[in-house]
């Protein structure tokens, strides 16, 4: 008799689990809020049942029994990295498609998981606990400035505030504590770390099963930010290719972190890394990653699958000497959002959506045509991701798919992410954690100007010559209708 795996997730997250589900030949269910019974997740199961909330755990468990389901997907966000959450599921005789609730308390609390990796001799940042505003001060001048302030439940670029000048982190200390409490209900502990200005972000993707295998899966590096929220992504990293001896070390920290949690399914351990090279361990990821495709693109390892085999009960079906790099893989994270207007969250209903195709391109995505987009989850609307022989290939096929894909009805940062694509900087893999905050009125200034210009292609119009100034053609057009209707560059006419 088929497997059943409730999917609590939303978006397409679930609609990639559904998809591994399927291929075991197990039956994928879904879940959905009232407000967003149109969304085309709903559609990816063989059956559908309504929750209160993505965060009301009885409400989820309960549709998890009525549909008799054997193991539970927490996807990525909402519930997926809270252990109380996982217990539960587990109590109710569903199995856990994550790391063990214990696991996920040792690796998943930011400040316990630093302990543990200073007690196992990986290299951490300099930081200290504060309890207060005067505490948190006090730290800042002791481990001198910049620091960060941070809320050990916080994630996604939430909850963490960077304090440059004296006075600053107290001021930040009640800021981050407020948006840990509004976003993951509590902040539990703050601490201040020191600040590393312009490193790279690199992250180590693990695997585990129950009898104690435990593999590394290469490492991915995810240095274009901004706000501290991902945008592009690739594996291997370009860093990593260039630096002896780096791959290495961040894949030995990240497994001995992994073996002394007993960790099993997937999680990723991610690092900064300064100019000299050196890493250091900043956190621990619980759950699946937005950005998992892109290992998966150059290991061939279907991690949703490995995450379903595990939870219902198998062995990891391979071995550490199966897993090898096969060429490059770069992911774009395409938004409901407008770079124009301060990255704001976008909403409407999508009248024109097409994929790109092509070889060594997949699209992950949870939109589609007459679907509403809503502020009020996520504003990722799909993620493309190109596959290459080597970075090169990758960087060029993920260019024409870009330059390919269509989103109309609502404004993306489509645009934005053809510029940070086409830039010589970005081809030569020479960017940190700063770079695209730094570059971004450049890289708006030459998104506007493709803007204007295929509109006034499309339009039909003369003088393209005279093409306006950066912020010149969100007043000029009506840009999410006209331009994303007609993609970018070319055809304009299509």
């Given at each position: 008799?088929?497997?059943?795996v409730?999917?609590?997730?939303?978006?397409?997250?679930?609609i990639?689990v559904?998809r591994?589900a399927?291929?075991?030949?197990?039956?994928?269910v879904?879940?959905y809020?009232?407000?967003?019974?149109?969304?085309p997740?709903?559609?990816?199961?063989?059956?559908a049942l309504?929750?209160?909330?993505?965060?009301?755990?009885?409400?989820?468990?309960?549709?998890?029994?009525?549909?008799?389901?054997?193991?539970?997907?927490?996807?990525?966000?909402?519930?997926s990295?809270?252990?109380e959450f996982?217990e539960k599921v587990?109590?109710?005789?569903i199995?856990?498609?994550?790391?063990?609730p214990?696991a996920?308390?040792?690796?998943?609390?930011?400040?316990?998981?630093k302990?543990?990796?200073?007690?196992?001799g990986?290299p951490?940042?300099p930081?200290?606990?504060?309890?207060s505003?005067?505490?948190a001060e006090?730290?800042a001048?002791?481990?001198?400035?910049?620091?960060v302030i941070?809320?050990?439940?916080?994630?996604?670029g939430?909850?963490?505030r960077?304090?440059r000048?004296?006075?600053?982190?107290?001021?930040l200390?009640?800021?981050?504590s407020?948006?840990?409490?509004l976003?993951f209900?509590g902040?539990g502990?703050?601490?201040v770390?020191r600040?590393?200005?312009?490193p790279?972000h690199?992250?180590?993707q693990?695997?585990g099963?129950?009898d104690?295998?435990?593999?590394?899966?290469?490492e991915?590096?995810?240095?274009?930010q901004?706000r501290?929220?991902?945008?592009?992504?690739?594996a291997?990293?370009?860093?990593?290719?260039?630096?002896?001896?780096?791959r290495e070390?961040l894949i030995?920290?990240?497994?001995?972190?992994?073996?002394?949690?007993?960790?099993t399914?997937?999680?990723?351990?991610?690092f900064?890394v300064?100019?000299?090279?050196?890493?250091y361990f900043?956190e621990?990821?619980?759950?699946l990653?937005?950005?998992?495709?892109?290992?998966?693109?150059?290991?061939?390892?279907?991690m949703?699958?490995?995450?379903?085999?595990?939870?219902?009960?198998?062995?990891?079906?391979?071995?550490?000497r199966?897993?090898?790099?096969?060429?490059w893989?770069?992911?774009a994270?395409?938004?409901a959002?407008?770079?124009?207007?301060?990255?704001q969250?976008?909403?409407?209903?999508?009248?024109?959506y097409?994929?790109?195709?092509?070889?060594g391109?997949r699209?992950?995505?949870?939109?589609?045509?007459?679907?509403p987009v809503?502020?009020?989850y996520d504003?990722?609307?799909a993620?493309?991701i190109?596959?290459?022989?080597?970075r090169?290939e990758?960087?060029?096929?993920?260019r024409?798919a870009?330059?390919?894909?269509v989103v109309?009805?609502v404004?993306?940062?489509l645009?934005?992410?053809?510029?940070?694509?086409d830039?010589?900087?970005?081809?030569?893999g020479?960017?940190?954690t700063?770079?695209?905050?730094e570059?971004?009125?450049?890289?708006?200034?030459q998104?506007?100007?493709?803007?204007?210009?295929?509109?006034?292609?499309?339009?039909?119009l003369?003088g393209?010559?005279r093409?306006?100034?950066p912020?010149?053609?969100?007043?000029?057009?009506?840009?999410?209708?006209?331009?994303a209707?007609?993609?970018?560059?070319?055809?304009?006419?299509s």
């Open positions: 008799m088929a497997k059943r409730l999917i609590a997730a939303r978006g397409e997250v679930a990639r559904a591994a399927r291929e075991l030949g197990w039956e994928p879904t879940i809020e009232e407000d967003d019974r149109a969304s997740h709903v559609a990816a199961g063989v059956l309504p929750v209160r909330s993505y965060t009301d755990p009885d409400s989820i468990i309960e549709a998890a029994v009525k549909a008799g389901a054997d193991v539970l997907h927490p996807g990525y966000g909402f519930l990295e809270s252990p996982a587990l109590s109710a005789g199995s856990w498609a994550g790391p063990s214990k996920m308390r040792m690796l998943g609390d930011k400040t316990g998981a302990q543990l990796a200073e007690k196992l990986v951490t940042l930081w200290c606990r504060a309890r505003p005067r505490q006090e730290c001048r002791r481990l001198g400035y910049p620091v941070k809320a050990s439940r916080a994630g996604g939430r909850g963490m960077v304090a000048r004296p006075g600053e982190a107290a001021r200390y009640r800021l981050v407020l948006e840990a409490e976003g209900g902040a502990e703050v601490y770390e600040y590393l200005e312009r790279r690199i992250e180590v693990v695997l099963d129950e104690g295998a435990l593999l590394h899966l290469y991915r590096e995810c240095s274009l901004r501290r929220q991902k945008v592009v992504e690739e291997p990293s370009p860093l990593a290719e260039r630096r002896r001896g780096l070390r030995d920290y990240a497994l001995r972190l992994a073996e002394h949690a007993g960790y399914s997937a999680g990723t351990i991610e900064v300064d100019g000299r090279g050196e890493a900043i621990a990821n619980t759950r990653q937005v950005e998992h495709g892109v290992t998966e693109e150059v290991t061939g390892v279907d949703v699958k490995m995450q379903l085999l595990v939870a219902a009960g198998s062995r990891l079906p391979i071995s550490q199966d897993v090898r790099l096969h060429g893989a770069v992911e994270r395409v938004y959002e407008d770079p124009w207007a301060g990255f969250a976008s909403e409407g209903v999508v009248t024109r097409r994929e790109p195709r092509g070889p391109i699209v992950d995505s949870g939109i589609a045509e007459g679907v809503s502020s009020r504003t990722l609307l993620k493309v190109a596959r290459g022989m080597d090169g990758a960087v060029a096929r993920l024409a870009l330059g390919d894909m109309a009805g404004e993306t940062n645009d934005l992410l053809r510029a940070v694509v830039s010589p900087w970005f081809a030569d020479e960017y940190d700063a770079t695209l905050e570059r971004l009125p450049e890289l708006l200034r998104a506007g100007e493709r803007r204007a210009l295929a509109a006034a292609i499309a339009s039909g003369r393209v010559a093409l306006p100034g912020r010149a053609p969100a007043a000029a057009f009506s840009t999410a209708a006209v331009v209707g007609h993609g970018w560059p070319w055809p304009p006419w």
